[in-house]
């Protein structure tokens, strides 16, 4: 469906399309109307596959998705065949990375992986069988987000190491210089042979930064205590809508008013 597409809806999921008790029922209507109007719904998440797969079961989406903050797309194809774009580094590369950087700091990263489940709850919400998916990476590192003062440090050493680090409400997530959430929309454009798309973009955090800037319509959706003042500080020199609902609600509220504004219903 996206290669015939001329509107693809592009969304982040933690704190975007859901919030954070992970409730996806207020944006579910209007994904079954974006169906019935033949709109791809896109999920670009730093989720792993493997949660992802659950979340398009639940909403039946067949759309492809980006995963690890963009350093992964998977999908089916036109002949409904499985196919795979990665654009990240290892994992097992990221995590050496990520320990040069913490001895170049003098300060201990903590990759999420390493924590314990009872850690890995208090910070996610997540338990069972939901953390072992969660773990399932394979092309981006996320570890708890350092101290603000340390960021000057950090990133002049991604500058040496040929990575970016983009941080999230909850969590900083450490990917190859060639990965992230825009440069994997761009991938996708450019693996549909669709050029003439315009993606409606949805998120909630710096991490999203770049789905936002590569969207034609970009939407901040905030959470119930108002939106990331960082992101917002981020897009002063971009037209964006701040969505008036946190999560879900506003998802569906700014996605409803899009839909009648391009008139997707004729």
């Known amino acids: 469906m996206i290669e015939n597409s001329s509107i693809w809806v592009v969304s982040d999921v933690d704190g975007t399309l859901m919030d954070h008790s992970y409730d996806l029922n207020p944006a579910k209507e209007t994904i079954n109307t974006l169906k019935d109007l033949s709109v791809p719904v896109i999920l670009c998440t730093s989720k792993t596959a493997s949660e992802v797969k659950v979340i398009r079961n639940e909403l039946e989406l067949t759309d492809p998705y980006i995963v690890e903050n963009g350093a992964a797309i998977y999908g089916e194809s036109i002949k409904n065949e499985e196919f795979k774009i990665i654009l990240g580094e290892k994992y097992e590369v990221l995590e050496e990375i ?23 709850t208090e910070l996610t919400g997540l338990k069972g069988n939901s953390l072992t998916l969660m773990r399932d990476r394979h092309w981006s590192m996320p570890f708890l987000n350092p101290p603000s003062f340390l960021e000057e440090k950090i990133k002049i050493c991604c500058k040496r190491y040929n990575v970016e680090i983009f941080r999230g409400n909850r ?15 761009n991938k996708l454009k450019k693996y549909s042979n669709n050029s003439n798309i315009k993606i409606i973009g949805l998120g909630d955090s710096p991490n999203d930064l770049p789905l936002l ?54």
């Open 98 to 120: 990520l320990k040069f950087i913490s001895k170049d700091i003098s300060y201990n990263l903590i990759p999420l992986n390493n924590l314990s489940d009872h850690e890995a």
């Open 171 to 185: 969590m900083s997530h450490l990917l190859s210089i060639n990965s992230d959430k825009g440069k994997a929309i």
């Open 213 to 266: 800037i590569n969207s034609d319509f970009r939407i901040v959706i905030p959470d119930i205590n108002g939106p990331n003042l960082s992101l917002l500080n981020k897009l002063k020199n971009y037209e964006f809508t701040l969505a008036e609902r946190p999560n879900g609600h506003g998802w569906k509220h700014e996605i409803t008013k899009l839909i009648d504004m391009l008139d997707l219903r004729r």
